[in-house]
Structure formats: C-alpha cells, structure tokens
C-alpha cells in the first residue's frame, strides 16, 4: 500500500524563522509531489509542486526532493503568523494515477 | 487553475436521510474527485466521477452508500445517503489541474445528527 508520512506536530517556530516540514512516501516509483496548506475550516491550497531532485524555490518557499532516499521537504523563510496552517503533503506515485495525501503537519508562527 | 464551487456549502442533516452535494467547475475538466475530510484527518478519496461512465470507487467505498453523477465535463453530484452521524465530515470535489496537479473546491461541511 502506497504511504505518505509527515509528522503531525504541532510545530512552533518563532516569526521570522525558518520552518522545516518533512514528508516520506513508501512508493520508490513516484513522480510528482506537491505541497498543500490548509487553513482550519478552509479547503487545501496548492503552494508548491517538485517533480525532480533538488530545490525548487518560490517566494518564501523551497521544496526539496531527493528521490534517493524518498523524501520531500519544504521551507519557509522568514515565517509569518500568516503560514499557521496544516501543510498536506501529496505524492502521486505514476502518471494517471491517483494522489496519496500525508496526515498533514500543523504549523504554528508565534508572533 | 480553475474556478470550482460546491453547494451545499454547509448543512445538518438527520439521520437516515441522504443529502446531494453539488460541483461545478468553470471550465471542461476530465477528472473530478471526490474526497472526504474527517475531523481533525487527512483527505481520503472516495471515488474518480468520470464523464459518461461509472463512477470509480476507492476500497472501503460503495456506490450504493455514495452515488455519484457526472452529467457533462463541468458538473458533479455525490449524494451521501442514508446518513449516520459517521458521516459528519468535509466532502471536497477536486479537479485534475495541469502538470498532473489537483485543485480544491470550497468544501461542504456535513454534520449529521
């Protein structure tokens, strides 16, 4: 059974640091991933998609791949308490296949 | 990405009733999903609406328990049926975006008494 993990926190980081969301899936064939932030009582966002190994900056926010070892993070720089959300993250293991959704991490910015 | 809204966007209903939830989208889209979100959970896939045939349903979900309608490429309906309060949940209709991405519809909050 294909699996996403993410730690589901709380995680607290002080505004203006740097908050680290991490995500593992089990399915070592899988090709796209994607970061989603959930506001409470809201529907998920999408804020970032990866597909190869490496970083992938946006604004305040980096993603991270690295296939290798089967994982994907995202960054935010400079946090805000704005970015209090849960962070989904998404894997979709092949083409045309369905997406697998982590747990979700709940990020709190503490002003 | 495209323009989705979801009607109910909120209700309670009794038990042992059924309630139809509606999707429509702004543009042609040839995959909508249907999701449900637990309290406190992640989102878990109840079934892909394809246009002009069945439904495809997730383990662990029936057609009897969530008929679901597909009428043309902008539209939607899944109808939560015969309604226990294990149902109170998030329902959100998704559709494929490009680069293999998903995009969210606002959601209907379902609470069963």
């Known amino acids: 059974q294909k699996e996403v993990e993410q730690n589901s926190g709380p995680l607290s980081v002080p505004e203006g640091a740097i908050a680290s969301l991490n995500c593992t899936y089990s399915d070592r064939g899988s090709q796209s991933f994607f970061w989603y932030r959930q506001y409470s009582g809201k529907s998920p966002e999408l804020i970032m998609s990866?597909?190869?190994?490496g970083d992938k900056e946006d604004g305040r926010f980096t993603a991270q791949l690295n296939k290798a070892s089967q994982y994907v993070s995202l960054l935010i720089r400079d946090s805000q308490p704005s970015d209090s959300a849960t962070y989904l993250c998404a894997v979709r293991p092949g083409a045309g296949q369905n997406f697998v959704f982590g747990p979700g991490t709940r990020l709190s910015v503490l002003p | 990405s495209a323009v989705i809204s979801q009607k109910p966007s909120r209700d309670i209903c009794q038990r042992g009733t059924s309630l139809t939830i509606q999707c429509q989208v702004d543009s042609q889209v040839t995959m909508m999903f249907w999701y449900r979100q637990q309290p406190g959970q992640s989102l878990t896939l109840i079934a892909t609406?394809?246009?002009?045939?069945?439904?495809?349903?997730e383990s662990g979900f029936v057609i009897d328990k969530f008929p679901i309608s597909r009428p043309n490429l902008t539209f939607s309906t899944l109808t939560v049926s015969n309604m226990s309060p294990e149902d109170s949940s998030i329902y959100l209709c998704?559709?494929?975006?490009?680069?293999?991405?998903?995009?969210f519809g606002p959601g209907t909050r379902l609470l069963v008494l």
């Open positions: 990866i597909y190869s190994n």
């Open positions: 609406a394809n246009q002009g045939s069945e439904a495809t349903y």
């Open positions: 998704s559709v494929k975006g490009g680069s293999e991405t998903q995009y």
